[in-house]
Nanobody, 117 residues
């Protein structure tokens, strides 16, 4: 049974770093991409970083140069290294894994990241 579990969130001062992890207790075959999203209450969920099954990465403009996504498809694990954190990075961060076929989106429960000024 697939269950994505995020960890690594917490409270950090502006300029600090956090590393988020997402582990899967099951197995997902034929992964298309592994992604991190974030959401602030009252706002839409925002795509933060993507890593495809070929290893290509992409980032939201707001985090480019500060965040780094990495992952292991075989182990269904994905990480988000967050450096130079800003108060505006405060949000609940969600792990997302997309299976290629049939297309299915898997989501974790989210982990809170709070950056104090």
């Amino acid at each position: 049974q697939v269950q994505l579990v995020e960890s690594g969130g917490g409270l950090v001062q502006a300029g600090g770093s956090l590393r988020l992890s997402c582990a899967n207790s099951g197995t997902i075959f034929s992964i298309d991409s592994m992604n991190w999203y974030r959401q602030i209450p009252g706002k839409q969920r925002e795509l933060v970083a993507v890593i495809t099954n070929s290893g290509s990465t992409n980032y939201a403009d707001s985090v480019k140069g500060r965040f780094t996504i990495s992952g292991d498809n075989a182990k269904n694990t994905v990480f988000l290294q967050m450096d130079s954190l800003k108060p505006e990075d405060t949000a609940v961060y969600y792990c997302n894994v997309v299976r290629k076929w049939p297309k299915v989106n898997y989501w974790g429960q989210g982990t809170q990241v709070t950056v104090s000024s």
